[in-house]
C-alpha cells in the first residue's frame, strides 16, 4: 500500500515538475533570440566555420568588431578568426556577414555570403 502511495506522488510531483511555457513566453524567448547580439555572433561562428580548411583550429575574437543589428531578426557582423590553412599555417581572416533568423523555420540563415579579406 506504501509502495502504492509514493508511486502516486512521484508521479504527481514528476508532472508538476514539466515546464510549460506559456504562449507569451514562447514569443518573447523567439524575439530574445530574433535581436540577441551574442546568440547572432554565435551562429555566425557556426557559419563561418563551413568556410574554413581546419575548422576544429578556429579561434575567434570574443565579441565581434562590429555589430549591427538591422531589423527583422537580420544581424550584420564584422570579425576576425585565428584558424590553420590547407598547409597548416596559422592565419587570420577577417569577415563580414549577414545573417537572419527565420521565426518560422527557428533556425538561422545566411543573408549574405561571408566575405574575408
Do not use: Q
Not at 575548422?55 to 531578426?73: L, M
Not at 597548416?88 to 549574405?112: A, P, Q, S, T
Amino acid at each position: 500500500m506504501n509502495k502504492i502511495i509514493l508511486a502516486i506522488v512521484t508521479t504527481l510531483f514528476l508532472l508538476g515538475c514539466g515546464s510549460s511555457k506559456s504562449k507569451s513566453e514562447v514569443v518573447e524567448s523567439t524575439v530574445n533570440i530574433c535581436e540577441s547580439k551574442e546568440v547572432a555572433y554565435e551562429e555566425s561562428k557556426e557559419f563561418i566555420d563551413l568556410y574554413l580548411k581546419a575548422p576544429a583550429t578556429a579561434v575567434y575574437k570574443k565579441e565581434p568588431s562590429d555589430y549591427n543589428y538591422i531589423g527583422d531578426c537580420k544581424h550584420w557582423i564584422l570579425s576576425y578568426v585565428d584558424s590553420k590553412n590547407g598547409f597548416g599555417v596559422l592565419n587570420r581572416n577577417n569577415f563580414e556577414i549577414e545573417i537572419m533568423y527565420d521565426e518560422v523555420k527557428k533556425d538561422w540563415l545566411i543573408r549574405k555570403e561571408p566575405t574575408f579579406w
